[in-house]
């Protein structure tokens, strides 16, 4: 007797997890537990990478999506006026087209996935050198690529919140005169 | 079909050494806390000339037991304006990646949850999840000053687990490996790795501080300030879960990675005759560090709010990256040897400790002679 029965049951409550976390991200009304389901989301998804063997890209899943991302998108819901506010006015009138676009994805999806019985590719990135190495030689450039592109990104909004700082600065002390 | 250790059978040995693993991590944080508080307070009362607790127990030794039981026995309250489900939430949420990070924690050579291959990383990442708990807990409360407690120690983590991580990661080019048994193994003897990479100790330790909320970095629970910042709605085991259980299990944790890390983890001497040694010179030399935090708790004031960001975005950010830059480059220059890399550590902490001075008197003139133009026009005024 093996534990060869462990994964199957292991994979069915990440994957419930993160359709049922998913779809209550978008169903619920109160945004901070939105957010904070889309971190349990990011923590599932994170299991199955270990269930493949890529614990490396586990690990990163959680530091950047639990980690950072879910405390920027708390931030930003402390910060703005709050309100758990009803959502479902902007998804009345869609109902019925999401309904057919929906279908028109999932169906063709669902087929595909049943019909699909390659066996799976042997897990890799568990691998750390091995996957170090491919980064920083055959995919430095679009790694460099990226990091410019995030660089940028990142320089825009210093910028835009420095001026925005200068100009209520500037406001203030009018103000006060 | 292999038989497993003491001559179980795998599938029973598998779940049960699970089980023992999680409760030898618990019975070491909840015994590791009690001790903690009560070396805390009896440590800052030697150093302020107090007596400290000596009521329960020779020496006071059994006070923080007498806490505990109190602490647990306390009625369960939750403020009727708070969040129920993430009240209740955030302590486990702050709980728990803590535990977690027990797994890798290298006590010996043999002794250890797993030997992860990426066992720096696992515990950074356990660290970063823990200010989901703390924003939480904050938002929760339903109480301005949790909230902006719980804002500021965001902010704070993030801030410095940005020169945490780099720190880490001049280890890492160093040793070559991301697992907590090879970066042992790969100090034998004196060769510690405080030797090779003193600046990555710094900037670690400086950025550990303030990971683990500790003074001067204890921004986050200011009391003059912030009553007690994110937890000041918690009270009894849920407060004591958060603060007791989860602080000193963190300070134990980066203590851990310290000693690991810089400091030959459990290597000593004796440690090849009889390996069950190694338990006790990890042991003693995190409890070494976790005393030195104790001691800067009751030696420094606390940082202002800017005061600490600007430290870490002007001071260590840039003075960790110029070191991440040093040490890959001459660990891609003299690949077979680790002397360019100390020099260059060295050279850098001189001069991290030597621009100190400096940049103060810089920023001290700069201030009195922003004080000195507010100040004239009252003057002229009366």
Redesign the interface.
């Known amino acids: 007797?093996?534990?060869d029965f462990v994964e199957p049951i292991v994979f069915a409550m990440l994957s419930v997890g993160v359709i049922a976390a998913g779809a209550a991200v978008v169903l619920i009304n109160r945004i901070?537990?939105a957010a904070?389901l889309m971190?349990f989301t990011f923590l599932c998804m994170a299991g199955m990478f270990v269930l493949l063997g890529a614990?490396?890209i586990a690990?990163?899943q959680?530091?950047i999506y639990?980690?950072?991302i879910?405390?920027l998108i708390?931030?930003g819901v402390?910060f703005t006026k709050s309100g758990d506010r009803p959502y479902a006015l902007f998804f009345q009138h869609q109902t019925p087209i999401a309904a057919i676009f929906v279908a028109a994805i999932a169906i063709p999806v669902l087929l595909l996935a049943f019909s699909f019985n390659a066996p799976a590719p042997p897990p890799r990135g568990?691998d750390?050198p091995g996957l170090a190495t491919s980064v920083f030689t055959d995919f430095a450039f679009p790694f460099e690529i990226a990091s410019v592109l995030l660089l940028a990104a990142m320089v825009g909004a210093i910028v835009l919140t420095k001026r925005d700082e200068a100009e209520g600065a500037d406001t203030r002390r009018r103000e006060r005169r | 079909m292999p038989i497993g250790p003491f001559g179980l059978d795998p599938?029973i040995w598998?779940p049960l050494r699970l089980v023992i693993a999680v409760g030898l991590a618990l019975f070491l944080i909840l015994n590791g806390a009690l001790l903690q508080i009560y070396l805390e307070r009896k440590i800052q009362a030697i150093i302020q000339d107090r007596l400290g607790p000596y009521h329960v127990g020779p020496f006071g030794l059994l006070q923080t037991f007498a806490d505990a039981l109190k602490l647990i026995a306390k009625e369960d309250v939750r403020p009727s304006a708070t969040?129920a489900?993430?009240f209740v939430?955030a302590p486990a949420l702050v709980f728990c990646p803590m535990l977690a990070s027990w797994l890798v924690l290298p006590f010996a050579y043999d002794i250890t949850g797993a030997d992860?291959?990426?066992g720096l990383?696992?515990l950074?990442?356990?660290g970063?999840?823990t200010?989901?708990g703390i924003?939480?807990a904050g938002?929760a409360s339903n109480n301005k000053y949790a909230?902006v407690g719980g804002?500021r120690s965001?902010g704070q983590l993030?801030s410095y687990?940005i020169p945490q991580i780099l720190a880490l990661v001049t280890v890492a080019l160093v040793v070559g490996s991301?697992s907590m048994r090879t970066i042992t193994a790969s100090q034998p003897g004196p060769l510690v790795n405080v030797l090779v990479l003193p600046f990555s100790f710094l900037v670690y330790f400086i950025a550990a501080l303030a990971e683990t909320n500790r003074t001067p970095f204890d921004l986050p629970e200011a009391e003059s300030e912030l009553v007690a910042g994110w937890l000041t709605e918690y009270s009894g085991m849920r407060w004591g879960t958060m603060l007791a259980l989860s602080e000193y299990g963190n300070v134990t944790v980066v203590c851990s990675i310290i000693v690991t890390l810089w400091f030959g983890g459990w290597q000593g001497p004796g440690v090849d005759a009889l390996p069950l040694l190694g338990v006790v010179w990890f042991t003693l030399k995190v409890y070494a560090f976790i005393l030195a935090f104790m001691w800067i708790r009751a030696t420094l004031p606390r940082l202002r709010i800017d005061q600490l960001m600007s430290f870490c975005w002007k001071g260590l950010i840039p003075a960790s990256l110029l070191n991440v830059l040093v040490v890959a480059t001459l660990a891609l220059a003299f690949p077979s040897s680790r002397v360019p890399i100390a020099i260059a550590n060295w050279l850098l902490v001189v001069a991290f400790v030597a621009g100190i001075p400096f940049v103060q008197r810089r920023r001290l003139a700069a201030l009195r002679a922003r004080a000195r133009a507010t100040a004239q026009p009252v003057r002229a005024a009366s």
Do not use: C, P, Q, R
Request: proline share 0%.
């Open positions: 007797m093996t534990f901070t537990a904070l971190a614990e490396t690990a990163f959680v530091l639990v980690g950072a879910t405390v708390l931030y402390m568990g750390l | 599938v598998a969040d489900w993430f939430a992860l291959n990426i990383l696992y950074t990442t356990l970063s999840m200010v989901l924003v939480i938002w909230l804002l965001a993030i687990e991301l």
